[in-house]
Each structure stands twice: as C-alpha cells, then as structure tokens.
C-alpha cells in the first residue's frame, strides 16, 4: 500500500512519547508499505541526521509551513469562534503551504491510506482531494479536551486555570464532532474510546495502544545497592512539571523520613527553571540524556505520579519492559492492562503513594516478582510489532473496502 502520513512533528529524533509512537509505527509499517511523510518543523527537531534517518524509512519526506499568523490575525481567530466553531488553538496549526503540497501529493501519488496525526492537524482532512477515495484515519494520542478539563484542576494561577478551561470546553463542542469525517479514529486506550463515543455515538473508533522496542529495551537487573528513584519525561511544561513538583513537595518527604538516604533522580528533555531549581544534595536532574537505558539501570523504582493528562504513558511501558516496578496514579495507569499489586503500584494521594514506594524500595523479592509480571504484559500486549501488525489489519479492511467502491 501507498501511505501518507501528517504529523505536527518529525517522528525523529524519537525523544517525547509523540515522536516515539509514530516512529516505531512508520518503521514497521515501511517493512510492507511504501510511506511518504508530511511534517512540520517548529521547533527544530530536523537536522541533517535527523533527516537522512526519516528518508531511509520514507519513500519521501517533506517539510511543511505553518502559516504566520500576526496578533491580530491570531485574535480574530479567536473571536471567530462563535461562528465557525473551530477553536482557535486548531486554526494555529493552518498552513496554506501544507494544502498545497498534500494536493500535490495526491494527484501524483495514487495513496491506499491517508493517516493524521492528532487533532492540532485534524482539519488537513480537507485539504485532501476526495477523501473518500482513501482510507482516511486520525490518531488522537489523547483525547485533547479531556487532557485540559483535568489540567484545570492542577493549575495554580487564576488565569491558567480559565485558559485550561476555555480550551476545554471548545474542544469538548469541536473535537468528537470533527472526528465523525474520518474512516477510523485511532485511539490509545478503551477508556479514551468510551469517552469519545459518549461524546458522538456515530465515530468509528479503533484502539491502537502505544508499545515499546522488547527486543531493544531488555530486562535490567535489580538496583538494590541504593534506594533511588526515576521520573522519565518531557519536562518543558505541562502535565509532566506538575507530576513532578507534586511528587517533590508531597510525597518525597514522607518517603524520606523511613528512608533518609533515598535519591530522586528526574530525568527528560528541555527541563524547566522550575525542575532546574530543585537540584540538590538527594535531587539529580539530568537534562537530555542521549538514552533512558542507563537512567533506569541506575535506579531502583520508576515514579510517575500523573495528575492529568490521557493516553497510554510510553515512560510507565518502557520501564515495564527494562523491569523496574513502577508507581504511578490512576490516570498514569490509564489504558495499560496491568493489575495493581501484581505488575503496577496505583497510588492516589502522597501518604499512600509514599507508603508504597517505602514497601517497594525495601523488599527485593516483590521488586523481582513484579518486574517480571510487568516484562510480560509487555511482552505479551504491548510490543511495537504486534500493535504495528494490528494497525495494518485496519488499514487493510478500510482501504479493501474503499477501493471496492470506488
């Protein structure tokens, strides 16, 4: 098959959970399937390196241009709201450029599959010429208006907060509605399919869950010479920074008073002056580390204690499959079919979280116990191959069924 994929950004270099998927995914898919690419590169990501490594999986890749929208035109977006119904965070991501290369595209390109990914890019629908000709297919990596009404709820200041909200409720009235034009939409989890399909019965909802690399990421042996702990993550803002300053200012405390000496080491990409500024005696930032291998061997427990956000969390996966037991909230456990107690730690406030992770960090057995239970969920449920072999199988019967008809 001839595969068009659009994405807001470059699946390479894989370093946010984002760009992981959607490089995982278009690796294996270019195993069976020619692929062409179209991206954006806002923030930087595509450097000569970056680029050869996407050309050697594509049949082509290209890179788009958002529009430059000047504050006043930024603002009439917004103003437009009440009578096009499109959130003006959606009309940032317009591109009179895109239009004409993906038009381009498909009148050279006879494509089986157009797939988009996420809703910042979900109006590139109709940019293309006679959708229904293709199988058309939207990812949503989560659902967007369901990740800001949580984030209301973490936010400190007045006017983040109403920002959170405004977002929320524009996107809750636009994005199941939108949705409804494309052949499937691609979802991360059950919950997040249930969600949507409250919002408007009429969706055609696949759940497609993030993985990991088995073969790649292999089971670490225990670190039981020091009690340290991980949190892995993008850490320019959002709902990462509040998983982390909650865990510092609540829960690591009450750990440190059983264990006095417990390490927390915080680790991920582009760290902000708020994470930057907790360094200290027992508190280790390593900014942009080159792999999360040696992070995880050198600690003892992963800690993800999510307040927001949707999805299935890539940090939670792959240290499952490195076997290091992993202590999280129920919204960081969303969408992975793990047991709690047995391959995953679910704690909800900073005396039980911090009661658990006391119990983990000083009981060897346990630790060994779940790491292999959480390598074999993995394993069994969340390997990048079977979950890529899955999405072809959609494309599969969606495209056979296009062409029939047409």
């Known amino acids: 098959m001839n595969i068009l994929f659009i994405t807001p950004y470059p699946p390479c270099p894989p370093v946010t959970g984002y760009q992981i998927r959607i490089y995982n995914l278009i690796k294996r898919l270019a195993r ?25 999986l594509c049949a082509e890749v290209i890179i788009a241009r958002r529009d430059q ?10 103003l437009s709201y009440p009578r096009t119904g499109t959130p003006w965070q959606i009309r940032h991501w317009e591109s009179a450029h895109a239009r004409q290369l993906i038009q381009e595209l498909c009148r050279k390109i006879r494509f089986d599959v157009v ?5 910042p890019t979900a109006r590139y629908w109709e940019y293309i010429p006679h959708p229904e000709t293709y199988g058309v297919f939207i990812t949503l990596q989560d659902v967007v208006f369901d990740k800001f009404r949580r984030m209301v709820r973490t936010e400190r200041g007045l006017r983040a907060k109403a920002r959170r909200w405004l977002y929320a409720r524009t996107m809750a009235a636009w994005e199941p509605r939108y949705m409804e034009r494309f052949d499937r939409c691609l979802v991360m989890s059950q919950r997040d399919g249930r969600l949507l399909q409250a919002h408007n019965a009429r969706l055609h909802i696949e759940v497609v869950p ?6 790649l990421l292999t089971l670490l042996p225990d670190q039981a010479a020091i009690p340290r702990l991980l949190f892995m993550g993008i850490l320019a803002g959002g709902t990462n920074v509040d998983a982390v300053l909650y865990f510092h200012r609540q829960v ?6 059983k264990i006095p000496q417990v390490d927390l080491w915080i680790a991920g990409h582009k760290p902000c002056p ?10 280790r930032i390593i900014a942009n580390p080159d792999s999360v291998v040696p992070c995880y061997a050198a600690c003892t427990v992963a800690v993800v204690p999510l307040r927001a956000g949707g999805g299935t969390k890539l940090k939670i996966l792959e240290a499952m499959a490195l076997g290091r037991p992993v202590i999280t909230t129920t919204i960081g456990a969303e969408g ?13 406030d900073p005396a039980a979280m ?15 116990q779940m790491a292999l239970a959480a390598r074999r969920l993995v394993e069994t449920h969340y390997d990048w191959d079977s979950i890529a072999d899955h999405l072809m199988e959609i494309y599969a019967a969606v495209a056979g069924t296009k062409r029939r008809q047409t």
């Open 69 to 78: 929208r000047p504050f006043l035109r930024r603002l009439g977006g917004v």
């Open 210 to 215: 993030n993985g990991v690399d088995t073969q």
């Open 336 to 348: 992975i079919d793990a047991v709690a107690g047995q391959s995953i730690l679910i704690a909800d």
């Open 32 to 56: 069976h399937h020619r692929i062409w690419l179209l991206t954006f590169d806002d923030y930087g990501f595509v450097t000569p390196d970056t680029l050869r490594d996407m050309q050697t």
């Open 115 to 119: 797939h988009i990914e996420d809703s």
């Open 274 to 283: 708020e994470i930057l500024q907790l360094a200290g005696e027992r508190v």
């Open 252 to 257: 690591l405390p009450l750990i440190q008073k």
């Open 354 to 368: 911090a009661a658990q992770t006391v119990n983990i960090l000083t009981d060897a057995d346990r630790r060994r």
